[in-house]
């Protein structure tokens, strides 16, 4: 909760829920599992997934789709996707992984304005993103990683012979250079680099334009000081500063105690 901009940048002005992915690393065994729901709405969920190890190389696989008939005109709604993670242990030291996603989205969008019984709107989202982490020492680990991400979203506004397309384009580079050190059992520091480049594209059938072509690149470096000098105390000093290409720099920083 409350503002992490200085350690995880813009978007976490309001917190950060932090996920972390299934992996099969460690595991004596491979493990399988499938699931399925139903409910109202003519709703149904399944999903498979399976993950593992063999040797020094481990891989967590998923997958899932969920439709839903909800009681309104053109309000039908599918969701698929698939998940991997995919890791090879070099040394006790040295860690490779990979991980990538797919997910589309794909429904109806009912509404009160004549036109709407053919309002559509669908979503792809691809993320890849290797990494590899590497134990310097017992008080310092360091990752490096890079992600792609591409956004595709189609939409459909309006009546079915004058009605308005939408293509949504957005492809993002990311290379994220994080460094933990434990320099006391008590006191944690994280810093790092991080550059990213962001392409944004959209085009329109529509008579009054409103086509976007836009590029955003993003240098930035940050620290961050976690000190707890009692075991019910915190406190955390951070800073960061980014370089951006179409606006100013900004320096954000944070001083916390909990």
């Known amino acids: 909760r409350s503002a992490n901009s200085a350690l995880y940048g813009v978007d976490a002005i309001g917190g950060v829920v932090n996920i972390i992915t299934r992996t099969g690393r460690g595991l004596a065994k491979p493990e399988y599992e499938a699931s399925f729901e139903g409910g109202s709405f003519n709703s149904f969920r399944e999903g498979l997934a399976t993950r593992g190890a063999v040797g020094a190389f481990d891989y967590a696989v998923s997958a899932s789709q969920f439709n839903a008939a909800y009681p309104r005109d053109n309000n039908l709604y599918r969701s698929s996707n698939i998940r991997s993670s995919f890791g090879y242990e070099v040394s006790d030291q040295l860690y490779f992984d990979l991980k990538a996603s797919y997910l589309q989205t794909d429904g109806g969008s009912p509404g009160a304005l004549p036109g709407t019984a053919v309002d559509h709107l669908k979503r792809e989202t691809v993320n890849v993103s290797p990494g590899a982490t590497l134990k310097v020492s017992d008080l310092w680990e360091t990752r490096l990683y890079y992600t792609f991400e591409n956004q595709f979203q189609p939409s459909l506004d309006g009546f079915p012979f004058f009605g308005t397309v939408n293509r949504l384009n957005v492809a993002s580079h990311m290379v994220d250079w994080q460094n933990n050190l434990q320099l006391h059992e008590k006191w944690k520091l994280t810093a790092g680099v991080l550059w990213q480049d962001q392409n944004v594209s959209r085009t329109t059938t529509s008579l009054f334009g409103g086509g976007i072509n836009a590029r955003l690149q993003d240098l930035g470096g ?24 179409d606006y100013q720099s900004a320096t954000t920083w944070r001083q916390g105690v909990s």
Do not use: E
Request: avoid cysteine.
């Open 222 to 245: 940050y620290a961050q000081s976690q000190w707890s000098p009692l075991d019910r105390l915190t406190v955390i000093n951070a800073l960061r500063f980014d370089a951006y290409s």
